[in-house]
C-alpha cells in the first residue's frame, strides 16, 4: 500500500515527525483514516497499549488523529507503523507542528475548572437558600453563623481554583498595560470574595458566596462552550489537511525512482504515484490514463478517469492503478498550501474579528475602570457604608464580557456550519462583507452554464436505435471527468451496460469495449468522421454511429441560486467574454437583466470598481480564469469547484458542492450578522441600562453578578441558534453491528 | 443541629470526592471522545440462536 | 461470536481473546450462584410481604410472637432490599463489569466471599429480627449493627474486586455502565458507615439520619446499579449502542451532585427545620433533570421497536424498568411537595412509591438484566411461555398493588385531613387493602415462575425462547 514503511527509519524524515520530549521519550502524531469506525479506534487502542514502549496515547476522532508517547530506544518508528497496519488502521506519520502542545490539554482544564465551580456553587447555592429560607422562617443565630461559614467554605475552591484565569489574563492585560475583560472579572470577584469573607468573619453584613461562584460558574460555562466549539473546528480542518503524504516517489530520466520528502519536489519533476496512494502535489497527469478518487475534494466518493495531461489536485487518491504525475507546482503553492491557508485564516476567526473589537473592548474596560473609581469617590463622599456595594456592583455589571465574546461566538459558530454545508471560507472577514453583499456579477461559462447534450436531436447511422446508441455513448462518458464526458453522463438511461478496457486518450475521447464492440466517444476527428465542433461523435471499428449534438446549458443549481440571492435583494449582472447572443439567452434564461458581453479581464474589473465607487458592496463569482483581477478586487469572491479551481483562485469562498451554497451562505451570514448585532446590543443595553442603576447603589452585588453571568450565556446560547437552511447532512456512522 | 454537624462536613467530603473522580476521569481522558465507547457493550456478543422460531408474541 | 472473532483475530490481545473459556464459565458460575442466591430471598422475602397483606385483612390471622406484624414488615423489607434486590443487582454488576471491560474478573474467590458474606448477613439478620433483636424503628437499618457490619465487608469486598477488574479493562474507557455501578458502591460504603457510626443514634440527630440514609440506601444504592444495568442490557438486546453516550454522561455526573442533598425529604413534617426541608424539596425537584435525561435516553434507544406487540421479553421487562423509574420517580416529586405531601405522608401512598419504584423499577431491571445476561453467561435459554407468564403475571399484580394503594392512601390522608377518626380511615382503606392482596398474590405468583426459569437458564434444562439478544432492524438489518 502506501510507502514502505521501511522508509520510516531515515534519520532525515524522522525528524520531520519525531518530536523529542523533555522526559527523553518521542511523541510522533499519526493520521488514521480508519478513525471514522468505532470499532477500529477500540482495536487501535488495544493494540497501541500493549506494544512496549508506549507511554501514552491520545486519540482525536475528529482529526482522525492520534498521538503517541513512546519509547524510541525500545519502539522503533516502524515496528510502531507496522503494529497499526495490522490493527487495520494504516497509520501514516505527520510532521510535527512547531508549537508541539497536545490539544486538548486547554479544554481538559477548562472543564475540570467548569466542574469544581458547579459542584461547588451548587454547595453554595444549598447553604445560602437556607439563609435565604431563614428571611421567612427566622434562623437561630448559631446556625445561620455556620452556614455563613458553609458558604465561605464552599466557595473557597471556586474562587482560589475554578476562577484563575481570570486572574492570570488580567494580570497579563495589566502588565502589557492593555487590560482586556478579565480585568474588571477579575477586580470583581476578589472584591466581593473578600467584603463576603470580611462579613462572614463578622458575623454581620451581607455575603455573596453563592452569587460569586455562580458567576464564575456560567463565566466559564459560557468560554467552555466556545473554547469547544473552536476545538471541534480546528479538529475538522485538521482532518481535511492532513490526507497528504509526507513522502513522494520522484521518477528519474532513467525511469528508476527515489523516494523523497515531498516538499522537496519541484515543477517539472516526475512522480509515481503507487495505488492507493495520494498525489503528493498539484500536478499534470503523465501517464496514458488513470483513475483517482478525489472525494477529498468533491465530498463525493467516486472514482473518475483522467487522460493524459489531465490536472489532478494533491491529495486525489490513485485507484485501480499506479499514475504519474508532472509535477506543476511546488507543495507550497499548491492547492493543499491553499487549503492550509484556508483552515488556517478560518482558526484565526477570533483573532480576526477580535482585531475589530479588541480596542473598543480596552477602551471599554478603561472606561468601567474609571467609572467604578468615579463611584467610589462619590459614596466615599456622600455615604461610605454605601460605598463598597456601589463599586462592586458597577464592576460587574459594566464588564463587557458579553460584549467580548459576542464576535468570536458567532463566527465560530457559522464557519463550522458553512464547512459542513460544503462551502469553504478562507477569510473569515468574507462572512462579514457577505451578509451586506447587494450586487453580485457572474461569469458565464463554466460557472453558471455547462455543456450539455441535446437528446432529441441525437442522430443514428447504421439502423442502430437511439436509445440503444445513448446507452452505449453513456457507459463511456461516465468514464472520464471532463466536462463534455459529464455532461453526457449526465443523460438519464436505463440499462447502460459496463464498458470494459476503457482508455481516455487526451485531446480526443473515450475508446472502450460496450456489449463486447470496441467504440469510441470523441469529437468528430476522434471518431473518425469529418470536421464537426458543435457535437460528440460515437463510432465503432465500422464507423460512426451516432452523432450527439452539444450546446450549452445553464447549470441545474444556477437558476436557483440567481433567484435565491435576487430575492434577498442582490443585484445579480452577468459579465462574460463570450459573444452577445449566447450571454443575452442565458441571462434571459436566469432572469438576469443587466448582462454584458465580450468583456476583457480589465472590463470585469471595471465593472467591480464601479460597483464599489457607488458604494455597494460586491460579490464576483468566477472559475478564477479570465476573472482572476476582478475575483481579487471584490469584496467577497467565490468560486464553484474543487481543488485545482481553488489554487488558481484565491476565493475567499469555494463551493465544492455547487452553487446552491452561495444562497445558503449568503442566508447564514446574514443571520450570523443578525445574532451578532443582537448579541451587541444585547450587551450594551444590558451594560448601559444597568450602569446608572449600579452607580446609583440601587443594585444588590449579588444581583449584578447573575445579570451580568446571564447575560454572557445568553449571548453563547444565542449563537448557537444560528442554523444552516436544512441539516447538515453528515453520513451516518455505520454504528449498528451485526454479529452473526 | 447535631445531625447537621456530621450531614455537612460528609456532603462536603462526598462533593470533594465527586471532584476527586472527576479529576481522575478527565486526566484519564474519559471524556474526550463520547462515541466510540458506546459500542462496548456489544463486542463480545454472542450469535443469536436461531434454533427456535419467533420470539413468543 | 462469528464476526467478532473475526474481525478481531489478527489483533493480538484482542477482547475476543480476554476470556478463556474456562473463565467464561467461571464467570458464568459466580452469576449463576447470586442469581440463585437472590431469587431465593425473593421467593421468601415476598412471602413474607404476602402474610404482611394478607394481616391487614385478617390482623389475627397467625398472630404468635414470631409472627407479628411488627417483626415480619422489617424482615420483608430488608431481606427484599438486601437479600433479593442487592445480591441480584451484585451478581448482574459482576457480568456487566466483566464484559464491557472486555476482561476476566479480578478474582473469583472474593466473589464467592462477598456472596457467603451477603448471604450471612440477611440470614443473621431475619433471624435477629425475628427474635426481636434490632436497632428500634431505624427504617432499613432494623438489623443490629455487627449483622450490618458483615453486609459492609461484603460491599467492600466486592467494590475491591470490581475495581480490580477495571483497571485491567482492555480498552481506554470506561464504559458507564461502571461508572454508575462503582459510583454506587463508593457512596454506600460512606452512607453504610455513617449510619454505623454510633454518636448520633439517639433524638433529632437520628431522624435526620435515618431519612438521609434511607434515601441513600435507594437513591445511591438500587438506582445507579440498577441504570447501570440498563445501560448494558439495553443496547445488548437490542443489538444497538446507547442513543447517546454523551447524554449518559452528564446524567451521571449531575446525578452525583445532586443526590446526596436530597435525604431530606423523607422526613417532611417531623420535627426539623423547615428550612432543611424545603431546601431538600427544592432539591428533589432537581433531581428531575438527570431523571428525565436519562430516561429518555433508554426510551429513545429502543425507539422503532414499539410495535404494538412483545418482540422480546427482556427487553419489556427493561422497558417497564424505564417506565418505573420514569414514573415512578415523578411520582416522588410531586410527592415531595408540600401542599400534597400534607395528604400523603406516613400513608399507604407512600408503599405505593415505594412498590413502584423497588418493584416497578428496580425488580423489573433485576429481572429484565437477568433475562437479558444470564443466557448469555450459560447458554441456556429459559422456557418462552414461562417468561411470558412471570412478564404478565407480575406486571398486571404490580399494577394492581400500586394503584390500589394510591387512591387508598389518598382516601386515607384526605380523611386525617378532615379529622374523622383513625378508625374511619381504616374501614375506609379495607377495599384497597384487598386489592393489594390481590396484587400481591399474582406477584408471588410471578416470583415461583421466575425461579423455575432462573433454574431452567442455570441446572436445569434449556426452554425454547429465543436468544436474549435481538436480530437489528430497520436501517441495519436492510
Ligand atoms: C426524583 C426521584 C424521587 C423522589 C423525589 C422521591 C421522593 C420520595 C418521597 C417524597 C417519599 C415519601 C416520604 C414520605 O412521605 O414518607 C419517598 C419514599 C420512598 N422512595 Fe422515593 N423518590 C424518588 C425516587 C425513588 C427511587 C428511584 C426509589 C427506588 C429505587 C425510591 C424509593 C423510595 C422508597 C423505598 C420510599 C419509602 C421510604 C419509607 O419507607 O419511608 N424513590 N420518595
Ligand atoms: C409479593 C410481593 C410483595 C408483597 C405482597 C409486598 C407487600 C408489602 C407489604 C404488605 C408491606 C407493608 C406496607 C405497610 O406497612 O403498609 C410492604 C412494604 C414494603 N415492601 Fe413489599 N411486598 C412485595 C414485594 C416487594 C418487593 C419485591 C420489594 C422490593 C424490592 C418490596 C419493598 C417493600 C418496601 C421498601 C416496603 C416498605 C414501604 C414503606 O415503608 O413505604 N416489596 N410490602
Redesign the interface.
Known amino acids: 500500500m502506501s510507502a514502505p514503511v521501511e522508509l520510516w527509519t531515515r534519520p532525515a524524515l524522522l525528524d520531520q515527525v519525531l518530536r523529542s520530549r523533555r522526559d527523553g521519550r518521542v511523541e510522533v502524531v499519526l493520521r488514521v483514516a480508519a478513525l471514522a469506525q468505532p470499532?477500529r479506534v477500540?482495536?487501535l487502542?488495544?493494540?497501541l497499549?500493549?506494544l512496549p514502549g508506549v507511554a501514552s496515547?491520545a486519540l482525536c476522532i475528529a482529526a482522525r488523529r492520534v498521538r503517541v508517547v513512546f519509547d524510541a530506544e525500545r519502539l522503533p518508528l516502524t515496528q510502531l507503523l507496522a503494529a497499526c497496519a495490522?490493527?487495520?488502521c494504516v497509520a501514516q506519520p505527520l510532521q510535527h507542528d512547531a508549537s508541539g502542545a497536545a490539544p486538548g490539554i486547554a479544554l481538559n482544564a477548562s472543564l475540570k475548572r467548569l466542574?469544581v465551580a458547579?459542584?461547588f456553587a451548587?454547595q453554595a447555592m444549598?447553604f445560602a437558600?437556607?439563609l435565604y429560607?431563614?428571611a421567612v422562617?427566622p434562623?437561630d443565630p448559631t446556625?445561620a453563623h455556620l452556614f455563613r461559614w458553609l458558604g465561605l467554605v464552599s466557595a473557597i475552591p471556586v474562587v482560589g481554583y475554578a476562577a484563575w484565569p481570570f486572574y492570570r489574563e488580567a494580570l497579563a492585560g495589566m502588565r502589557a498595560r492593555r487590560p482586556g475583560i478579565d480585568v474588571p472579572v477579575a477586580l470583581a470577584i476578589a472584591c466581593i470574595f473578600a467584603a463576603s469573607v470580611a462579613n462572614a468573619l463578622r458575623g454581620s453584613g451581607e455575603i455573596y458566596f453563592d452569587s460569586i461562584s455562580m458567576f464564575v460558574f456560567v463565566l466559564l460555562l459560557g468560554r467552555h462552550l466556545e473554547l469547544r466549539a473552536q476545538a471541534r473546528h480546528r479538529a475538522d480542518g485538521d482532518a481535511a489537511t492532513d490526507a497528504l503524504p509526507l513522502l513522494a516517489q520522484r521518477r528519474h530520466a532513467d525511469g528508476t525512482l527515489e523516494t523523497v520528502a515531498a516538499v522537496e519536489l519541484v515543477p517539472g519533476e516526475r512522480v509515481h504515484v503507487p495505488e492507493g496512494d495520494a498525489a503528493p502535489c498539484d500536478g499534470v497527469l503523465a501517464s496514458e490514463r488513470a483513475r483517482v478518487d478525489a472525494s477529498r475534494w468533491s465530498g463525493e466518493s467516486r472514482a473518475v478517469g483522467h487522460a493524459r495531461g489531465d490536472r489532478i489536485a494533491a491529495g486525489s487518491v490513485a485507484v485501480d492503478g499506479p499514475l504519474d504525475l508532472r509535477v506543476e507546482r511546488t507543495l507550497a503553492t499548491s492547492s493543499v498550501a491553499a487549503l492550509e491557508r484556508m483552515t488556517a485564516a478560518a482558526q484565526r476567526a477570533r483573532g480576526l474579528v477580535g482585531d475589530d473589537d479588541a480596542p473598543a473592548a480596552r477602551r471599554f474596560v478603561w472606561r468601567v475602570l474609571a467609572l467604578a473609581v468615579a463611584t467610589c469617590a462619590f459614596w466615599l463622599w456622600r455615604d461610605p457604608a454605601r460605598a463598597f456595594d456601589a463599586t462592586v456592583a458597577v464592576l460587574v455589571v459594566a464588564c463587557p464580557c458579553a460584549f467580548g465574546l459576542a464576535a468570536p461566538a458567532v463566527l465560530t459558530r457559522s464557519l463550522a456550519l458553512l464547512s459542513r454545508r460544503g462551502v469553504l471560507v478562507t477569510r473569515a472577514a468574507a462572512v462579514r462583507a457577505l451578509a451586506r453583499v447587494d450586487r453580485a456579477l457572474f461569469d458565464k461559462t463554466g460557472t453558471l452554464t455547462e455543456p450539455a447534450l441535446q437528446p432529441d436531436r441525437v442522430e443514428t447511422f447504421r439502423g442502430v436505435a437511439r436509445e440503444t446508441a445513448l446507452r452505449w455513448a453513456v457507459a463511456l462518458a461516465r468514464e472520464s471527468s471532463h466536462p463534455v464526458a459529464q455532461a453526457i453522463a449526465r443523460v438519464p438511461a436505463d440499462g447502460v451496460p459496463l464498458a470494459h478496457g476503457v482508455e481516455i486518450v487526451a485531446g480526443g475521447g473515450v475508446r472502450g469495449v460496450v456489449d463486447g464492440r470496441p467504440m469510441r466517444l470523441g469529437h468528430a476527428g476522434f471518431a473518425g468522421t469529418d470536421c464537426d465542433d458543435a457535437a460528440l461523435w460515437l463510432a465503432d471499428a465500422q464507423g460512426p454511429l451516432a452523432r450527439l449534438p452539444l450546446a450549452e446549458r445553464v447549470r441545474a443549481d444556477a437558476s436557483a441560486c440567481i433567484k435565491a440571492l435576487q430575492a434577498v435583494g442582490v443585484a445579480c449582472a452577468l459579465v462574460s467574454g463570450d459573444a452577445p447572443t449566447r450571454v443575452r439567452t442565458v441571462a434571459a434564461a436566469l432572469g438576469i437583466a443587466g448582462w454584458h458581453a465580450r468583456q476583457a479581464p480589465a472590463d470585469k474589473l471595471a465593472h467591480v470598481r464601479a460597483g464599489q465607487a457607488v458604494g455597494q458592496v460586491v460579490l464576483v463569482v468566477g472559475d478564477g480564469g479570465n476573472d482572476a483581477a476582478a475575483l481579487a478586487a471584490a469584496d467577497v469572491s467565490a468560486t464553484p469547484g474543487g481543488a485545482v479551481e481553488l489554487a488558481r483562485a484565491h476565493a475567499d469562498l469555494l463551493l465544492p458542492a455547487g452553487l446552491a451554497g452561495l444562497p445558503l451562505a449568503r442566508a447564514l451570514a446574514e443571520r450570523a450578522m443578525q445574532v451578532l448585532a443582537q448579541n451587541r446590543r444585547w450587551s450594551l443595553a444590558w451594560n448601559l441600562g444597568a450602569v446608572p442603576f449600579a452607580a446609583a447603589g440601587l443594585v444588590p452585588p449579588w444581583l449584578a453578578a447573575i445579570g451580568m453571568s446571564a447575560s454572557s450565556l445568553a449571548v453563547v446560547l444565542n449563537s448557537l441558534r444560528i442554523r444552516a437552511a436544512r441539516a447538515p447532512h453528515a453520513p451516518?456512522m455505520a454504528?449498528?453491528?451485526?454479529?452473526? | 443541629m447535631?445531625?447537621?454537624l456530621?450531614?455537612v462536613p460528609?456532603?462536603l467530603v462526598?462533593?470533594g470526592?465527586?471532584v476527586g473522580?472527576?479529576f481522575w476521569?478527565v486526566n484519564?481522558?474519559?471524556?474526550e471522545?463520547?462515541?466510540?465507547?458506546?459500542?462496548?457493550?456489544?463486542?463480545?456478543?454472542?450469535?443469536?440462536?436461531h434454533g427456535?422460531d419467533?420470539?413468543?408474541? | 461470536?462469528?464476526?467478532?472473532a473475526q474481525?478481531?483475530s489478527?489483533?493480538?490481545?484482542?477482547?475476543?481473546a480476554t476470556?478463556s473459556p474456562e473463565e467464561d464459565r467461571e464467570l458464568s458460575r459466580i452469576f449463576t450462584a447470586y442469581t440463585i442466591s437472590a431469587t431465593f430471598w425473593l421467593l421468601f422475602g415476598t412471602a413474607v410481604g404476602l402474610l404482611l397483606a394478607f394481616k391487614f385483612g385478617a390482623p389475627d390471622f397467625w398472630a404468635a410472637k414470631y409472627l407479628t406484624f411488627g417483626r415480619l414488615r422489617p424482615i420483608h423489607t430488608n431481606d427484599v432490599f438486601y437479600g433479593f434486590a442487592s445480591i441480584a443487582l451484585v451478581g448482574c454488576a459482576y457480568y456487566v463489569t466483566v464484559?464491557?471491560c472486555?476482561t476476566r474478573l479480578y478474582s473469583a474467590t472474593l466473589a464467592r466471599i462477598g456472596l457467603w458474606l451477603f448471604n450471612i448477613a440477611a440470614v443473621a439478620g431475619t433471624i435477629a429480627l425475628d427474635l426481636g433483636y434490632n436497632w428500634g424503628d431505624l427504617e432499613y437499618r432494623e438489623w443490629p449493627w455487627p449483622i450490618r457490619l458483615v453486609f459492609f465487608a461484603a460491599l467492600v469486598v466486592t467494590v475491591w474486586n470490581l475495581l480490580a477488574t477495571i483497571a485491567r479493562r482492555?480498552?481506554?474507557?470506561?464504559?458507564?455502565?461502571n461508572w454508575y455501578i462503582i459510583?454506587g458502591f463508593?457512596?454506600t460504603c460512606?452512607i453504610c458507615l455513617?449510619a454505623i457510626?454510633p454518636w448520633?443514634q439517639k433524638?433529632?440527630?437520628?431522624?435526620?439520619?435515618s431519612g438521609?440514609f434511607m434515601h441513600n440506601a435507594v437513591g445511591m444504592w438500587f438506582t445507579p446499579l440498577a441504570l447501570g444495568l440498563f445501560?448494558?442490557a439495553i443496547?445488548?438486546v437490542l443489538?444497538?449502542?446507547?442513543y447517546s453516550?454523551?447524554l449518559g454522561?452528564l446524567a451521571f455526573?449531575t446525578n452525583?451532585?445532586?443526590y446526596?442533598?436530597l435525604g431530606g425529604h423523607h422526613f417532611l413534617f417531623s420535627p426539623l427545620?423547615?428550612?432543611?426541608q424545603?431546601?431538600a424539596i427544592?432539591?428533589s425537584v432537581g433531581m428531575l433533570v438527570p431523571v428525565l435525561g436519562g430516561s429518555a435516553n433508554y426510551l429513545l434507544t429502543m425507539r422503532g421497536r414499539y410495535h404494538g406487540?412483545?418482540?422480546?421479553?427482556p427487553l419489556a421487562f427493561l422497558f417497564i424498568g424505564v417506565l418505573g423509574y420514569l414514573i415512578g420517580s415523578t411520582q416522588g416529586t410531586v410527592e415531595a411537595l408540600r401542599s400534597l405531601q400534607a395528604a400523603w405522608h406516613f400513608t399507604s401512598f407512600t408503599v405505593g412509591h415505594s412498590h413502584l419504584t423497588m418493584y416497578g423499577f428496580v425488580t423489573f431491571a433485576v429481572w429484565g438484566g437477568i433475562y437479558a445476561l444470564l443466557p448469555?453467561a450459560t447458554?441456556k435459554?429459559p422456557g418462552?411461555?414461562g417468561?411470558?407468564l412471570h412478564f404478565w403475571l407480575a406486571l398486571v399484580g404490580v399494577s394492581i398493588y400500586v394503584i390500589s394503594l394510591s387512591i387508598g392512601g389518598t382516601v386515607q390522608g384526605l380523611d386525617w385531613i378532615r379529622g374523622k377518626p383513625f378508625i374511619q380511615s381504616v374501614i375506609d382503606m379495607e377495599p384497597y387493602y384487598l386489592w393489594r392482596g390481590v396484587g400481591g398474590i399474582l406477584m408471588f405468583l410471578s416470583h415461583i415462575v421466575f425461579a423455575w426459569n432462573v433454574w431452567r437458564m442455570t441446572k436445569g434444562q434449556p426452554g425454547?425462547?429465543?436468544?436474549p439478544?435481538?436480530?437489528?432492524e430497520g436501517?441495519?438489518?436492510a
Open positions: 470499532r477500540l482495536q487502542e488495544q493494540v497499549h500493549a496515547i495490522r490493527a487495520g466542574a458547579g459542584i451548587m444549598m437558600l437556607v429560607l431563614g422562617n434562623l446556625t451516518p454504528l449498528h453491528e451485526r454479529t452473526t | 447535631n445531625a447537621l456530621i450531614l460528609i456532603t462526598l462533593a470526592i465527586a473522580l472527576f476521569a484519564h481522558a474519559q471524556f471522545d463520547l462515541d466510540t465507547p458506546k459500542i462496548l457493550p456489544l463486542l463480545d456478543a454472542a450469535p443469536p440462536r427456535n419467533d420470539a413468543p408474541r | 461470536m462469528a464476526v467478532a474481525s478481531l489478527s489483533v493480538p490481545p484482542s477482547r475476543a476470556g464484559r464491557s472486555g482492555a480498552s481506554k474507557d470506561i464504559y458507564l455502565s459510583g463508593l457512596w460512606v455513617v457510626l448520633y433524638g433529632l440527630g437520628q431522624v435526620a439520619i438521609y445501560y448494558y443496547p445488548k443489538n444497538r449502542p446507547i453516550y454523551a454522561v455526573w452525583l451532585i445532586f446526596p442533598m427545620p423547615w428550612w432543611l424545603t431546601t427544592i432539591c406487540r412483545i418482540e422480546s421479553y448469555l447458554g435459554n418462552r411461555f417468561v411470558a425454547n425462547a429465543p436468544s439478544i435481538m436480530e437489528p436501517e441495519a438489518a
